[in-house]
C-alpha cells in the first residue's frame, strides 16, 4: 500500500528554480492524500501568490507522482491557506541556507 511518506519522497528531488531548495525542504507541500494507491491528490503552495515558476513546479509534482506504479490519477491542488511562512513551515536545512534563526 502505498504511503504519503513514499509520495513525498517522490517530490523531494523537486526544486524551486528561484531558491534552488526542494519544495519538500522549503515547506510547501502541505498534504497528500492517496485513494485506492491509484488516486492521488497533491495540495501545496508556493512562495508567493505571483511565483512565475508556479506552473512548472506543480507540473514537475503531477509528473513525478504520475510516474508511480498503479497511480492513474493526479491532482495537485494549489491552496493558500495557511499562508507560507518559511520559519514555521521550512526544515531546518531550509531555514539555514536561507538564514532563517
Given at each position: 500500500?502505498?504511503?504519503?511518506?513514499e509520495v513525498i519522497?517522490?517530490?523531494?528531488?523537486i526544486e524551486d528554480?528561484?531558491?534552488r531548495l526542494s519544495i519538500v525542504d522549503l515547506g510547501l507541500?502541505?498534504?497528500?492524500?492517496i485513494l485506492d494507491s491509484r488516486m492521488i491528490t497533491v495540495f501545496m503552495t508556493l512562495t508567493t501568490p505571483g511565483?512565475?515558476?508556479?506552473?512548472?513546479?506543480?507540473?514537475?509534482?503531477?509528473?513525478?507522482?504520475?510516474?508511480?506504479?498503479?497511480?492513474?490519477?493526479?491532482d495537485v491542488e494549489l491552496v493558500w491557506d495557511p499562508?507560507?511562512?518559511?520559519?514555521?513551515?521550512a526544515s531546518?536545512?531550509?531555514k539555514d541556507v536561507l538564514g532563517i534563526w
Amino acid at each position: 500500500m502505498l504511503t504519503k511518506e513514499e509520495v513525498i519522497g517522490i517530490i523531494e528531488p523537486i526544486e524551486d528554480p528561484e531558491m534552488r531548495l526542494s519544495i519538500v525542504d522549503l515547506g510547501l507541500i502541505y498534504d497528500v492524500t492517496i485513494l485506492d494507491s491509484r488516486m492521488i491528490t497533491v495540495f501545496m503552495t508556493l512562495t508567493t501568490p505571483g511565483c512565475p515558476y508556479g506552473p512548472q513546479i506543480m507540473k514537475s509534482v503531477e509528473e513525478a507522482v504520475g510516474k508511480i506504479d498503479g497511480v492513474e490519477k493526479v491532482d495537485v491542488e494549489l491552496v493558500w491557506d495557511p499562508q507560507w511562512n518559511p520559519a514555521e513551515m521550512a526544515s531546518e536545512y531550509a531555514k539555514d541556507v536561507l538564514g532563517i534563526w
